[in-house]
């Protein structure tokens, strides 16, 4: 696809190139746009266009050279964004099929650093320690995915790749044994859960989503 024009941006407390265009959800923009997370539904059930018209701009990725990203010009054919920020936006712009242009902001993939979303553990320690050896987690530093809390590394010899190891952050969020919090506020730290970060790469298999609050992102909007 090729749009219109591209206007540098300011990425907020980060000193990294950006370019902010327009795009129309509604149409067939002959563009593949990767999402990465499962959302929690925050904008399905409303359909209403003046709060459309109030969202930050959506953050994607492309294979640019981070040092070129400025040289972007209309004469550039994309044919793939990565989604890093606006899961929810992005859900409820592809539902409602709104024909307005909506701002989204590109950056390098080579700029783009992803974290741990950090859990926080809703039962005692020792319980939660029990529910990871029945499901045959135990503490090691042998695997490349692991959990760590409480400054131990855990993990199940089983699991030997990042789907599992976040199909089983799934089934602790559906058990409602542990819950989001966010990177950038401070936490009481033997509570909070970290899982093997996920590389960029492993956004792309097919037919898969990470849970919720699986990634945190930076640079941010």
């Known amino acids: 696809m090729k749009f219109s024009k591209f206007e540098e941006y300011t990425l907020s407390n980060s000193g990294i190139q950006a370019v902010k265009t327009f795009l129309n959800f509604s149409e067939q923009n002959n563009i593949d746009i990767t999402p990465h997370e499962e959302t929690e539904n925050k904008y399905k059930q409303i359909r209403n266009i003046d709060i459309v018209k109030e969202f930050p701009p959506l953050l994607f990725s492309v294979k640019f050279d981070k040092?070129?990203?400025?040289?972007?010009?209309?004469?550039?054919?994309?044919?793939?964004?990565?989604?890093?920020?606006?899961?929810?936006?992005?859900?409820?712009?592809?539902?409602?099929?709104?024909?307005?242009?909506?701002?989204?902001?590109?950056?390098?993939?080579?700029?783009?650093?992803?974290?741990?979303?950090?859990?926080?553990?809703?039962?005692?320690?020792?319980?939660?320690?029990?529910?990871?050896?029945?499901?045959?987690?135990?503490?090691?530093?042998?695997?490349?995915?692991?959990?760590?809390?409480?400054?131990?590394?855990?993990?199940?010899?089983?699991?030997?790749?990042?789907?599992?190891?976040?199909?089983?952050?799934?089934k602790l969020i559906s058990e409602d044994l542990i819950a989001p919090a966010q990177n950038d506020i401070i936490q009481n730290e033997s509570t909070i859960l970290d899982f093997t970060p996920i590389k960029l790469s492993e956004f792309f298999k097919e037919n898969y989503l990470f849970p919720p609050k699986s990634t945190w992102i930076s640079p941010r909007i």
Request: negative net charge.
């Open 67 to 170: 040092n070129k990203i400025h040289s972007l010009s209309s004469s550039e054919d994309i044919k793939h964004l990565t989604l890093l920020d606006g899961h929810h936006r992005f859900e409820h712009l592809k539902l409602y099929e709104y024909d307005l242009l909506v701002p989204i902001v590109l950056i390098s993939e080579d700029d783009v650093k992803i974290e741990s979303y950090n859990s926080r553990i809703n039962l005692q320690l020792e319980k939660f320690i029990y529910v990871l050896e029945e499901n045959n987690f135990e503490i090691s530093n042998s695997s490349k995915y692991f959990l760590t809390f409480d400054g131990k590394q855990y993990s199940n010899q089983k699991i030997d790749n990042i789907y599992d190891l976040y199909n089983f952050k799934r």
